[in-house]
């Protein structure tokens, strides 16, 4: 079998908007580096950013390319700030890792049993989807929720033959949902913190020549 070929490109580390305090970063792969992927979903890579060897999986940014998520221990180990540029080399891996399950999922999980026999008979990928969905949950409450949504739906897919035996015709909902609902259309891209943004407001009010041009249109 064929390795999958290098992919070699740069890319900004950004900071994320939300949630405050964050201390991880992102950057978003250009269209030609992301081109080259199997796949417009998530994929799983491995390589190195500035050097530093890493293992992640990449998401749609809902704009026709992938983005990363960067944590802290990674991006100070490259030493690369927010702005900064940053030298990448991925491959897509050859076989999907085991997906570490959240500590507030595996509870869940160990506190129903027909949920956690699902679990253990869906696929790598599909275990992965559902950890991301419910992880990119914004607030503590989605969370939650959407932990309620997994355990409630994946009992029901537990008896759910083969997909290869299913009769034509059989309604799929009747096995229960294997994979995490998804909205048309909504891209998973953090929205990034502009760090110059205070500074730029103190430079129009400070910069003698912006000074001169509101004057001017405030005596008309």
């Known amino acids: 079998m064929t390795a999958p070929a290098t992919i070699r490109f740069k890319a900004t580390l950004r900071r994320p908007a939300h949630p ?13 580096a992301s081109a080259k ?16 060897p890493f293992q992640a999986t ?10 990363l998520k960067v944590e802290k221990k990674l991006h ?12 990448l080399e991925i491959a897509p891996m050859a076989k999907e890792p085991e997906p570490k399950v959240p500590a507030d999922l595996g ?23 559902w950890i991301h969905w ?11 929720k959407r932990i309620g949504v997994a355990i409630t739906s994946w009992p029901a897919a537990i008896a759910a033959p083969a997909v290869s035996t299913v009769p034509a015709g059989t309604a799929r909902a009747t096995w229960g949902r294997r994979k995490p609902p998804r909205k048309r259309g909504q891209g998973g891209l953090p929205r990034e913190k502009s760090v110059n943004q205070r500074g730029s407001a103190a430079k129009l009010h400070s910069d003698p020549v912006s000074i001169c041009t509101r004057r001017i249109r405030e005596n008309g």
């Not at 030493?79 to 030298?87: C, T």
Request: proline content about 5%; overall charge neutral.
């Open 76 to 87: 100070e180990a490259a030493g690369i700030a927010a702005g900064g540029e940053v030298p």
């Open 20 to 32: 405050k305090g964050a201390t991880w970063r992102f950057l978003v792969l250009p269209a030609a």
């Open 37 to 52: 992927l199997p796949t417009r979903s998530m994929v799983s890579v491995e390589g190195t950013l500035a050097g530093q």
């Open 134 to 144: 419910i992880t990119s949950g914004k607030k503590a409450e989605t969370r939650v």
């Open 107 to 129: 509870e869940a999980l160990a506190a129903n049993a027909a949920a956690m026999a699902t679990w253990k008979d869906v696929t790598t990928i599909a275990r992965r989807d």
């Open 58 to 67: 990449l998401a749609p940014d809902g704009e026709g390319s992938h983005w």
